[in-house]
């Protein structure tokens, strides 16, 4: 059974600073990538960030680039997502989600396994 658990999420006022992490059970995922997204009440879910097995690749939606960074802990089949100068914007429930390949996608189609969800409350 896989499972993708995530945690971090919070109340931050604008400009402040949270990590979320995923961590992975069920299986060994350092070969494939991994991605956060998240959704807003009354929107679609949007790509946030991803990265490779070796976290070599990266990709980032432009609304986050600068102020979010996505690493990897392979030996805790752990993926994390900095997250700094927050915005109201920012505020959505944020999931996490492994691709079973070695190429980096924003599609979350894609993505074959996904957490639960960690909320981000952003106020201004």
Do not use: H
Request: glycine letters at 10%.
């Amino acid at each position: 059974q896989v499972q993708l658990v995530e945690s971090g999420g919070g109340l931050v006022q604008a400009g402040g600073s949270l990590r979320l992490s995923c961590a992975a059970s069920g299986r060994t995922f350092s070969s494939y990538a991994m991605g956060w997204f998240r959704q807003a009440p009354g929107k679609e879910r949007e790509f946030v960030a991803a990265i490779s097995w070796s976290g070599g690749s990266l990709k980032y939606a432009d609304s986050v680039k600068g102020r979010f960074t996505i690493s990897r802990a392979n030996a805790k089949n752990t993926v994390y997502l900095q997250m700094n100068s927050l915005k109201p914007e920012d505020t959505a429930l944020y999931y996490c989600a492994v691709r079973m390949s070695v190429v980096v996608t924003t599609t979350p189609s894609l993505y074959s396994y996904w957490g639960q969800g960690t909320q981000v409350t952003v106020s201004s």
